[in-house]
Nanobody, 124 residues
Framework: QVQLVESGGGLVQAGESRRLSCAAS????????MAWFRQVPGKERVFVAA????????YYADSVKGRFTISRDNSKNTMYLLMDSLEPEDTAVYYC?????????????????WGQGTQVTVSS
């Protein structure tokens, strides 16, 4: 069993940057793809970005493309999300996910493991 713990959330001003981390424990995740999703109250959890097992391929939602960068350090069993030029619309709880299931990487059903989430609030 693997545990995922997100950190790095908080309150930031619009236009600023923030880096989120997702630390995995219990087993190595170096062989798994990983992803970030986000959710605002009353809405479904939506895909933000994904990265393959070795970091060679990345995927982004159109809403964050060019502003967010996903990366990973397999030596630390950790994934990151660098968020630049933050906007109030980026306010959400950010979740990390690991190990692709059968539902496709853009859907919440596509991942087997989830963290508990970290709140990011962007003020205007």
């Amino acid at each position: 069993q693997v545990q995922l713990v997100e950190s790095g959330g908080g309150l930031v001003q619009a236009g600023e940057s923030r880096r989120l981390s997702c630390a995995a424990s219990g087993r190595t995740v170096s062989g798994w793809a990983m992803a970030w999703f986000r959710q605002v109250p009353g809405k479904e959890r939506v895909f933000v970005a994904a990265i393959n097992n070795n970091g060679g391929s990345t995927y982004y939602a159109d809403s964050v493309k060019g502003r967010f960068t996903i990366s990973r350090d397999n030596s630390k069993n950790t994934m990151y999300l660098l968020m630049d030029s933050l906007e109030p619309e980026d306010t959400a709880v950010y979740y990390c996910a690991a190990e692709v299931a059968g539902g496709g990487m853009y859907s919440i059903g596509g991942w087997n493991y989830w963290g508990q989430g970290t709140q990011v609030t962007v003020s205007s």
